[in-house]
């Protein structure tokens, strides 16, 4: 009986000497597959082109208005009158400025037009069609100023923009450089009518004069 118990020890002793050696080589041949280390793995160089982004000029934001309707129209109309119409000024020989105003107390709304100047004829104005307008208008405590460009080219109204920007702000005195500007394209003026017919027809339509009693 202790043969055979002898025997069975000697038989497991060896099986389990068996598989401790297949999973030790087992275990060895695995951890010779092991993954590669990848901080030693040099990755191909990759160059991005360069782009370059188109250049944007944002359009110059407007000044805050200073004063009211009428205080704006006033220092509008002086840097206007002595800037662009003065002695040196772009616009005096082809241009001609016109204002209205209404007075404080009926809110003091205002109007700027620069016309072109149209050769002169007899009985016809002068005042051409419009080249730039600013319009004042009351808002609040303060006034509203709206600029509006007809006949300028962007360079030249943008400057005259910046004008009324920094005198409707409460600035005065004239930017420097100035701008130079175009004058308008001139078309002929028609011929006189004739003198003869004119006097006759004034002489049919005459009006009787009002008594002066």
């Known amino acids: 009986m202790a043969t055979v118990r002898a025997f069975v020890n000697f038989s497991l002793a060896t099986m389990l000497a068996l598989v401790s050696l297949g999973c030790a080589g087992s275990g060895g041949e695995t951890g010779g597959l092991g993954l590669p280390d990848l901080s030693k793995v040099a990755l191909p160089a ?78 016809l104005d002068i005042r051409g069609p419009r080249a730039l307008k600013v319009d004042i208008q009351p808002e609040g405590e303060t006034a509203k100023v709206v600029f509006e460009n007809y006949k300028f080219s962007a360079e030249v109204a943008q400057s005259f923009h910046s004008d009324v920007d920094r005198w409707a702000s409460g600035e005065t005195g004239c930017s420097s450089p100035g701008t130079a500007v175009a004058a308008p394209a001139q078309t002929t003026a028609p011929p006189p009518q004739n003198q003869s017919k004119q006097s006759a027809k004034s002489s049919k339509q005459t009006p009787r004069a009002a008594s002066t009693k």
């Open 46 to 123: 990759v160059e991005l082109p360069k782009v370059e982004l188109p250049k944007v000029e944002l359009p110059q934001a407007s000044r805050p208005v200073v004063g009211s309707p009428t205080e704006v129209y006033t220092r509008v109309a002086q840097g206007a009158l002595s800037c662009w119409f003065g002695a040196s000024g772009p616009l005096k020989a082809s241009y001609i400025y016109n204002a209205e105003a209404e007075s404080p107390s009926r809110g003091g709304k205002a109007e700027i037009v620069v016309h072109e100047r149209k050769p002169p004829a007899p009985g």
